[in-house]
């Protein structure tokens, strides 16, 4: 064997996996010990080719053909053989032995391979999702654009139909009056005719008759006759239509944005522990700073931040209510609940999920319109949070309350079921409340009330650690009633007994309390895009607004 050769001891056949490899069988790409060469040559259905090893580990020289390479010029970066070297062409080149070169560029492939692997590839699913939800989201605006429009077009249609309306009743009571004159005129016509006819009647009597003494007493009504009445005129009266000037009327409908198009950096962060420490690392300020107080006069059990200016609150009544920082109420959503929603999450293109222990549901709000998105039977739906891949994670226990588990959708199907460690113990108590959110490194994170602990579990379903509290004099027992996380893989869990918030690493270790913001049975927790904490306190109805990185 070659003494270089013989330093690779790791190389071992790949038949018995127990013999150093010899040669190489070209034909079936499988490495051979001596042993196994006859063994591989005994199978006479195919036309083996078996060579030495080294000739499969030492490329043949392009210009000498019967010569294998056996050193690399990194200068020309390409194999050499010793005739290349002998005959000067590469003469003051710097070379190294090829089987060197061949283990370094080996290291490469599979930095490279786990490169594409742990951060390439599951970035551009990212990517794909995004562009999936994107596409969603874009379908849902248009709907409500064109809806947006037709209620525009039926809005202008209706104040048209009411000037017409109000035109046709104009018409209609100047014809009446018109109408109303001419008859008033006709009937005194009419009665005149019947006068004269009378009077015709009787002259031709008296004339027939040649009573002298009739002739005496007749007068002369011809005078009175001859006085026509006034004639009544009823002119017509016209409609001149303006013209419709298209331009003005587009104007007053309404208008639309123009096409805009742009590109700019994806700013996806690659889901792995090395992309996190490339983070831009925000140190924790040694004291908290509450930046903003939003009253809402309700009694708080969550919030969930639709972007940095809006927060979505529930509290023990039916409603969920969206307030911007000013403490406006902004929108407010009556849940189908028989009573009050379990949890609040919002999506990442800004529907509003909430789950409903009594119906067995967790429901999405889209366009104003609430569905229900999973429905369970012997399971009750508590709490709820929306992963950056786009499913849910929603903890959930039995109907007797003897088990607990956490369960990830994708859509409306069920992906994975997280509910024993590797030894088939159970990962979280029996019962209780279990506060859920996933850290920026894809770790399940889950405030355990049963317990009092935090228990993190990998993507992959393992334990990673359990957090049972800060050993402090100063605290009492540890009691965590929600849970966030936020850029720098940072867990944050509000700690209701002691009225403050526990941070800790992404390893579980404790970092800081704070405790400094006058805080008061805090409860709901989340974190926005800019790090920015919003504490949502029981009792007194009010989100806290902290900076504390």
Same mark, same amino acid.
């Given at each position: 064997?070659?003494?270089?050769?013989?330093?690779?001891?790791?190389?071992?056949?790949?038949?018995?996996?127990?013999?150093?490899?010899?040669?190489?069988?070209?034909?079936?790409?499988?490495?051979?010990?001596?042993?196994?060469?006859?063994?591989?040559?005994?199978?006479?259905?195919?036309?083996?080719?078996?060579?030495?090893?080294?000739?499969?580990?030492?490329?043949?020289?392009?210009?000498?053909?019967?010569?294998?390479?056996?050193?690399?010029?990194?200068?020309?970066?390409?194999?050499?053989?010793?005739?290349?070297?002998?005959?000067?062409?590469?003469?003051?080149?710097?070379?190294?032995?090829?089987?060197?070169?061949?283990?370094?560029?080996?290291?490469?492939?599979?930095?490279?391979?786990?490169?594409?692997?742990?951060?390439?590839?599951?970035?551009?699913?990212?990517?794909?999702?995004?562009?999936?939800?994107?596409?969603?989201?874009?379908?849902?605006?248009?709907?409500?654009?064109?809806?947006?429009?037709?209620?525009?077009?039926?809005?202008?249609?209706?104040?048209?139909?009411?000037? !017409?309306? %109000?035109?046709?009743?104009?018409?209609? =009571? $100047?014809? +009446?009056? /018109? &109408?109303?004159?001419?008859?008033?005129?006709?009937?005194?016509?009419?009665?005149?005719?019947?006068?004269?006819?009378?009077?015709?009647?009787?002259?031709?009597?008296?004339?027939?008759?040649?009573?002298?003494?009739?002739?005496?007493?007749?007068?002369?009504?011809?005078?009175?006759?001859?006085?026509?009445?006034?004639?009544?005129? !009823?002119? %017509?009266?016209?409609?001149?239509?303006? =013209? $419709?000037? +298209?331009? /003005? &009327?587009?104007?007053?409908?309404?208008?639309?944005?123009?096409?805009?198009?742009?590109?700019?950096?994806?700013?996806?962060?690659?889901?792995?522990?090395?992309?996190?420490?490339?983070?831009?690392?925000?140190?924790?300020?040694?004291?908290?700073?509450?930046?903003?107080?939003?009253?809402?006069?309700?009694?708080?059990?969550?919030?969930?931040?639709?972007?940095?200016?809006?927060?979505?609150?529930?509290?023990?009544?039916?409603?969920?209510?969206?307030?911007?920082?000013?403490?406006?109420?902004?929108?407010?959503?009556?849940?189908?609940?028989?009573?009050?929603?379990?949890?609040?999450?919002?999506?990442?293109?800004?529907?509003?999920?909430?789950?409903?222990?009594?119906?067995?549901?967790?429901?999405?709000?889209?366009?104003?319109?609430?569905?229900?998105?999973?429905?369970?039977?012997?399971?009750?739906?508590?709490?709820?949070?929306?992963?950056?891949?786009?499913?849910?994670?929603?903890?959930?226990?039995?109907?007797?309350?003897?088990?607990?588990?956490?369960?990830?959708?994708?859509?409306?199907?069920?992906?994975?079921?997280?509910?024993?460690?590797?030894?088939?113990?159970?990962?979280?108590?029996?019962?209780?409340?279990?506060?859920?959110?996933?850290?920026?490194?894809?770790?399940?994170?889950?405030?355990?009330?049963?317990?009092?602990?935090?228990?993190?579990?990998?993507?992959?379903?393992?334990?990673?650690?359990?957090?049972?509290?800060?050993?402090?004099?100063?605290?009492?027992?540890?009691?965590?009633?929600?849970?966030?996380?936020?850029?720098?893989?940072?867990?944050?869990?509000?700690?209701?007994?002691?009225?403050?918030?526990?941070?800790?690493?992404?390893?579980?270790?404790?970092?800081?309390?704070?405790?400094?913001?006058?805080?008061?049975?805090?409860?709901?927790?989340?974190?926005?895009?800019?790090?920015?904490?919003?504490?949502?306190?029981?009792?007194?109805?009010?989100?806290?607004?902290?900076?504390?990185?």
């Amino acid at each position: 064997m070659d003494p270089r050769y013989s330093a690779q001891n790791i190389l071992l056949c790949d038949l018995c996996q127990k013999a150093a490899l010899q040669s190489h069988c070209e034909l079936c790409q499988v490495n051979l010990c001596v042993v196994c060469v006859e063994k591989h040559l005994s199978d006479s259905s195919k036309r083996h080719s078996v060579v030495p090893y080294k000739h499969k580990t030492y490329p043949k020289c392009t210009n000498h053909s019967r010569k294998h390479c056996e050193q690399f010029c990194e200068n020309c970066d390409i194999p050499v053989c010793s005739l290349c070297i002998s005959q000067g062409q590469h003469h003051d080149h710097k070379a190294i032995d090829i089987l060197q070169k061949l283990e370094s560029k080996a290291k490469d492939l599979k930095k490279d391979l786990n490169e594409l692997l742990q951060r390439i590839f599951p970035t551009y699913k990212e990517i794909a999702l995004h562009i999936k939800s994107e596409k969603a989201s874009l379908e849902r605006h248009y709907e409500q654009l064109t809806a947006a429009v037709s209620n525009q077009g039926e809005d202008l249609h209706r104040e048209i139909n009411l000037i !017409v309306q %109000k035109q046709k009743y104009e018409i209609d =009571k $100047i014809k +009446t009056k /018109q &109408l109303a004159s001419l008859d008033e005129q006709g009937n005194e016509i009419k009665q005149k005719i019947c006068d004269l006819t009378k009077c015709i009647l009787d002259l031709k009597k008296i004339l027939v008759a040649s009573d002298v003494s009739l002739t005496f007493e007749y007068k002369s009504t011809i005078a009175e006759l001859k006085g026509f009445p006034l004639k009544v005129n !009823v002119p %017509k009266p016209r409609f001149s239509p303006q =013209k $419709i000037n +298209t331009e /003005q &009327l587009s104007e007053m409908f309404g208008s639309l944005s123009p096409l805009s198009i742009t590109t700019e950096e994806h700013g996806y962060t690659m889901k792995t522990p090395e992309a996190v420490s490339c983070l831009p690392v925000k140190p924790l300020l040694d004291e908290p700073e509450l930046i903003t107080i939003i009253g809402t006069g309700h009694e708080l059990k969550s919030v969930s931040c639709l972007n940095d200016e809006e927060i979505w609150t529930r509290g023990v009544d039916s409603i969920m209510r969206l307030y911007n920082l000013c403490g406006e109420l902004l929108h407010s959503i009556h849940s189908k609940s028989k009573d009050w929603p379990c949890n609040i999450a919002v999506t990442r293109t800004g529907d509003l999920i909430y789950s409903d222990p009594y119906k067995r549901t967790v429901n999405i709000v889209e366009n104003k319109k609430t569905h229900e998105l999973i429905i369970l039977k012997e399971w009750i739906p508590y709490y709820v949070c929306c992963s950056s891949s786009g499913d849910l994670l929603i903890t959930m226990n039995s109907d007797v309350y003897k088990k607990s588990k956490v369960v990830r959708y994708s859509g409306t199907r069920e992906k994975q079921t997280i509910h024993f460690d590797s030894e088939g113990k159970p990962l979280f108590s029996s019962g209780y409340y279990k506060y859920i959110c996933e850290n920026r490194n894809l770790d399940i994170c889950v405030a355990d009330s049963g317990d009092n602990s935090i228990v993190v579990v990998t993507q992959a379903c393992k334990l990673r650690f359990r957090y049972t509290g800060h050993p402090s004099k100063s605290k009492k027992s540890f009691d965590p009633v929600r849970i966030t996380t936020d850029s720098q893989s940072q867990i944050l869990t509000a700690n209701n007994n002691n009225h403050c918030i526990h941070i800790l690493d992404g390893n579980g270790q404790f970092l800081q309390f704070i405790d400094n913001c006058k805080l008061y049975r805090p409860w709901g927790l989340c974190v926005d895009s800019r790090d920015n904490l919003f504490v949502a306190e029981c009792n007194s109805g009010k989100v806290k607004k902290i900076r504390y990185m």
